[in-house]
């Protein structure tokens, strides 16, 4: 909560945009294509940071400003979320405090990262701010969308830096919810799938996106 009490903002969530004087910031939702997001905004600062509105934005600004956040199907992102920890040779916060987290299963990796929402948590926390005035971000994009968000940008006023959205960090979308993708028996799968919808299930019905297999 460093930066709301200083006042001061990590680049990372700052766009050189502003619509009718109001300025842009990118509220960055873990694993909901925040890269490619953070590209069409124009955020050139190479850092980003995943902190939650209420953590790092002063009730003035929150007023004044246009926020922008993505989110994605649940279940998808927390498979993403899974791949990027112990998949992808990953050695950040989670490995100095725990060590080598690769032979975590999406199981295991289910309730290892609860006890960190700010890395996998409701995507509420991001969408949303302690304000009745405005209590969530000016636009809230789903990543399953993400080929018309230059369009849908540019309907509420934001001119984007690319006509096209950059496919930055992305996962291989269509082996997502595959059971044997994941080193799991299909019963362990739909463990695994009913798990994630009872923890996120606030999410899935706030944002509209369908429980059980679907097309996966």
Do not use: M
Not at 108 to 137: H, M, R
Not at 184 to 194: H, I, P, V, Y
Request: hydrophobic share 35%; proline share 7%; glycine share 6%.
């Amino acid at each position: 909560r460093w930066w709301r009490l200083t006042g001061r903002l990590p680049q990372g969530v700052v766009t050189p945009i502003t619509v009718a004087d109001r300025p842009v910031f990118l509220v960055h939702n873990p694993k909901c294509a925040g890269s490619s997001l953070k590209r069409l905004l124009g955020v050139t600062a190479p850092r980003t940071t995943h902190s939650w509105p209420r953590d790092l934005f002063r009730p003035a600004l929150w007023e004044r400003g246009l926020f922008v956040v993505a989110v994605r199907h649940p279940f998808d992102r927390f498979l993403s979320s899974w791949r990027y920890h112990c998949q992808s040779g990953y050695r950040g916060k989670l490995v100095k405090r725990h060590g080598d987290l690769s032979q975590l299963s999406p199981l295991d990796y289910f309730t290892f990262i609860q006890q960190y929402p700010e890395n996998c948590g409701l995507q509420s926390l991001w969408v949303d701010y302690p304000s009745a005035q405005k209590p969530q971000c000016d636009i809230v994009l789903r990543t399953e969308d993400s080929a018309d968000w230059p369009q849908i940008l540019e309907s509420h006023g934001i001119r984007v830096q690319a006509e096209t959205v950059p496919q930055l960090n992305a996962s291989r979308s269509k082996a997502v919810g595959v059971a044997a993708d994941h080193g799991l028996e299909r019963t362990e799968f739909d463990r695994l799938r009913a798990l994630v919808e009872a923890f996120y299930h606030s999410d899935y019905v706030r944002f509209g996106y369908a429980f059980g297999p679907g097309d996966r």
